[in-house]
Nanobody, 123 residues
């Protein structure tokens, strides 16, 4: 079992930055691939970024490429999402998720989810 908790959401102005953290507890974190997803009101949950268990593979959604960076700190059992040049369309609840095996852009492939953290970007 893996327990995930997100931190770092909040209100930021258009063009601003935030760093989200996802703290993991439970089973060996190093063997899990991690993903960040988001869901805006009235929309489906969408993939944002992922990182493989070894850290070598980091896919991103086209909408965030060049602005967001995912990283992980194994010693801290934490995954980060650095979000720069935020836009109002980035407003959503952000979730981190974990799965054993290869990183995936499909939310259905993830076994464990955090409760989410709200990110609001004002125009």
């Amino acid at each position: 079992q893996v327990q995930l908790t997100e931190f770092g959401g909040g209100l930021v102005e258009d063009g601003g930055s935030l760093r989200l953290s996802c703290s993991a507890s439970g089973r060996t974190f190093s063997t899990y691939s991690m993903g960040w997803f988001r869901q805006a009101p009235g929309k489906e949950r969408e993939f944002v970024a992922g990182i493989s268990w070894g850290g070598a593979n980091t896919p991103y959604a086209d909408s965030v490429k060049g602005r967001f960076t995912i990283s992980k700190a194994l010693a801290e059992n934490t995954v980060y999402l650095q979000m720069n040049t935020l836009k109002p369309e980035d407003t959503a609840v952000y979730y981190c998720a974990a799965r054993r095996g290869l990183v995936s852009e499909s939310s259905q492939q993830y076994e464990y989810w955090g409760p989410g953290t709200q990110v609001t970007v004002s125009s």
